[in-house]
């Protein structure tokens, strides 16, 4: 079962920046769409962005568009959450996924991915 393992998290002020990265010790990500999520306390997970397996289809959320961007380099096995601007509601728990049913487009329906990393924290805050 693959297995996603979350990086780069931390603590920033408000208007800085933070990337984090996906990837899947022993297992190969390159056929697989990825999407990225947060979870704020007391709040539902939502979407925030997802790339497609080839790169070149992604999607971001409204809350993040022209702040985020996903990039994935598929030689090192890894995807990217560049995430500038940063605001206070961005404090979440980070989350990459992948699905099974779907690898050439992407959604950031977090119902539809099947495979979750463990999260890493994202806290913006002075």
């Known amino acids: 079962q693959l297995q996603l393992v979350e990086s780069g998290g931390g603590l920033v002020q408000p208007g800085g920046s933070l990337r984090l990265s996906c990837s899947a010790p022993?297992?190969?990500?390159?056929?697989?769409?990825i999407g990225w999520f947060r979870q704020a306390p007391g709040k539902e997970r939502e979407g925030v962005s997802c790339?497609?397996?080839?790169?070149?289809?992604?999607n971001f959320a409204d809350s993040v568009k022209g702040r985020f961007t996903i990039s994935r380099d598929n030689a090192k096995n890894t995807v990217y959450l560049q995430m500038n601007s940063l605001k206070p509601e961005d404090t979440a728990v980070y989350y990459c996924?992948?699905?099974?049913?779907?690898?050439?487009?992407?959604?950031?329906?977090?119902?539809?991915?099947?495979?979750w990393g463990q999260g890493t924290q994202v806290t913006v805050s002075t």
């Open positions: 022993g297992f190969t990500l390159d056929s697989y769409a």
């Open positions: 996924a992948a699905p099974i049913k779907f690898a050439y487009y992407c959604s950031v329906a977090p119902i539809e991915y099947d495979y």
């Open positions: 790339i497609s397996s080839s790169g070149r289809t992604t």
